[in-house]
């Protein structure tokens, strides 16, 4: 069971990474839609940015501390998110995908500590 429980931490890992780089890079333009819609200013949209790369690049290291600090950032994000969405009052449908990457980034947290 432990071998699947590593598998699965690091197909998930390239998974968050790579939605994560595929939103913030090649689908930027709704990323602006999105934040312009919200009314929330550009400097947190790229601090946000920056920050969602930063911590999806970390969870590729080999080094357990970084994972855990990529992995905890995303969540600490995706927490962010999914409140922000709901002061807004969205549909679930705009914010399942932050829901989805909170899921995973906390088992990623989970199974590396």
């Not at 598998?7 to 999105?34: G, H, M, P, Q, T």
């Not at 601090?47 to 600490?76: P, Y």
Request: a positive charge.
């Amino acid at each position: 069971m432990d071998h699947i429980i590593i598998n699965l931490v690091e197909a998930l890992k390239v998974i968050a990474s790579v939605a994560i780089f595929f939103v913030w890079v090649v689908r930027y333009d709704n990323i602006k839609n999105e934040f312009e819609e919200y009314r929330l200013p550009t400097w947190t949209r790229d601090l946000v940015g920056i920050l969602k790369i930063s911590f999806a690049a970390m969870l590729q290291f080999s080094n357990q501390d970084l994972v855990k600090i990529g992995a905890l950032g995303i969540s600490l994000l995706m927490c962010a998110a999914v409140i922000t969405h709901l002061k807004l009052k969205s549909n679930f449908r705009k914010y399942i995908a932050s829901v989805a990457m909170l899921m995973i980034s906390c088992f990623i947290l989970f199974y590396t500590v």
